[in-house]
Every structure is written in C-alpha cells, then in structure tokens.
Nanobody, 129 residues
C-alpha cells in the first residue's frame, strides 16, 4: 500500500525559504515520478514541481522557476521541495504526489493533477502579505 506524508509547512516571512519533505512507503522511487502541488484558497490545485525517479529530469511551474528546487534522496523514498524568496502568493496547502512512470514525460504529467496516482494529505504554508 502506497502512503505519502508531507512535513515542513508553517508560517514563513516574505523573502524567506521553506523546505518541504515527503516520505513515501510502498514503492520504489526509480519507477515513479514525484511531485509537489499546491492549492491556494479559491484556486485550483496546480503542479509546482516534479522530478522523474528514472532520470531526475524536472518540471517547474513558471511561478516558482528560479526560486524552487525539487530533489530526491538517492536510495531513500524521500523527496523535497525548497522554495526561496517566498511571496504571499505562495500561500497554499502543499501536497506531495507520485505517479507511475508511463509514456508521458514527467514535464507533461506534472501539469495536471489527474496524472498523479498517489497523494499525501497536504501541509499548509502561510506567507503573510
């Protein structure tokens, strides 16, 4: 049974940094794409960043390009998202997610949350304005 659990959310001042972690159980990362999504109040869930367990290729949403880094721990079932220079608009519930690697590259799969197979419960990040 696949289970995902996020950690690292909380209140962060504008301009600060956050590092989220997701610990997974029940699967081997090399066969999966892993990602982070977020949902702000009144908005749809959006893909923030994803990484392929097969070749470490990545995807970033335009809103975090240059500010975010997704990484995974080799040999461990853990991946991380770091976002620097935080803005009020980064306030959201952040979810980690995973998908079985199929034909679609992770850069395409990450765009839509319906491409993900497994989800964590989410962790709230608040950046006050």
């Amino acid at each position: 049974q696949v289970q995902l659990m996020e950690s690292g959310g909380g209140l962060v001042q504008p301009g600060g940094s956050l590092r989220l972690s997701c610990v997974a159980s029940g699967f081997h990362l090399a066969h999966y794409g892993m990602g982070w999504y977020r949902q702000a109040p009144g908005r749809e869930r959006e893909g923030v960043a994803c990484i392929s367990g097969r070749d470490n290729s990545t995807y970033y949403h335009n809103s975090v390009k240059g500010r975010a880094t997704i990484s995974r721990d080799n040999g461990q079932t853990t991946w991380h998202l770091q976002i620097d220079s935080l803005k009020a608009e980064d306030t959201a519930v952040y979810f980690c997610a995973a998908t079985i690697i199929r034909i679609m590259p992770i850069q395409a799969a990450c765009v839509y949350d319906y491409n993900m197979d497994y989800w964590g419960k989410g962790t709230l990040v608040i950046v006050p304005s």
